[in-house]
């Protein structure tokens, strides 16, 4: 291959699912959008090569690993997304009962009447 040889799709899209996997393992999600389009290319280029039936089945298989971690990391954003609304969602008041045994709230404390130190 010369210096100005493209590297064949296969091996391209190899290299680019691994480092997709090592990305989300890793938590960072920001090259995605970028990793999707250089994907959609390789898949592009991919099918105007010749490749071996086995190396293309290898790469599916790297590229439904990466799918299901996609799935999970989508799940536990979500969890988190919304564990963050429940903590910060104002709670209902609590009920008692009154020596008459009626009923009555309580209302939780006031977050901004709460002095907090550093």
Do not use: C, W
Not at 12 to 19: G, M, S
Not at 21 to 29: E, I, M
Not at 42 to 69: F, G, M, V
Not at 87 to 102: E, F, L
Request: net charge positive; no cysteine.
């Amino acid at each position: 291959m010369g210096m100005f040889d493209r590297p064949k799709a296969q091996a391209a899209l190899e290299q680019l699912l691994a480092q997709e996997r090592h990305n989300l393992l890793a938590g960072r999600f920001n090259g995605l959008e970028a990793t999707l389009r250089a994907k959609t290319r390789l898949l592009d280029r991919l099918r105007s090569e010749r490749t071996d039936p086995r190396q293309l089945e290898a790469l599916r298989t790297k590229a439904l690993r990466n799918q299901a971690l996609l799935a999970a990391a989508g799940k536990g954003i979500e969890a988190a997304r919304d564990r963050l609304a429940a903590i910060q969602a104002t709670p209902d008041p609590m009920r008692t009962y009154a020596r008459d045994g009626t009923t009555a709230a309580i209302a939780p404390p006031n977050r901004q009447d709460v002095n907090r130190r550093a």
